[in-house]
């Protein structure tokens, strides 16, 4: 069973940056497209960003021009670096396969204060 651990949420400002891990059992994130998505209090779990196997990348439109996801198969490791964030990018967010499976990680808290 894949197991996914994401981390690297925090607390930051307006216009900060983060850059979230997501690290992967099992030699899954090599073989696979993997996205972020993320949950926003009250909202339903929504997609942000895909990379697919052979690089190329995907955004939502919320996160385009200021997200960057990433990989490192070595350290079977997804990130999403966010620059730039803003309030509204509060939410726990999430790695899963894309599509996504049904089993989800724990997600990482991201808070953007005002």
């Known amino acids: 069973q894949v197991q996914l651990v994401e981390s690297g949420g925090g607390l930051v400002q307006a216009g900060g940056s983060l850059r979230l891990s997501c690290a992967v059992s099992?030699?899954?994130?090599?073989?696979?497209?993997m996205g972020w998505y993320r949950r926003a209090p009250g909202k339903q779990r929504e997609w942000v960003a895909t990379l697919f196997k052979g690089g190329n990348s995907l955004y939502a439109l919320s996160g385009k021009g200021r997200f960057t996801v990433s990989r490192d198969d070595a350290k079977n490791t997804l990130y999403l670096q966010m620059n730039s964030l803003k309030p509204e990018d509060t939410a726990v967010y999430y790695c899963?396969?894309?599509?996504?499976?049904?089993?989800w990680g724990q997600g990482t808290q991201v808070t953007v204060s005002s």
């Open positions: 899963n396969a894309f599509p996504a499976s049904s089993s």
């Open positions: 099992g030699n899954i994130l090599s073989g696979n497209a």
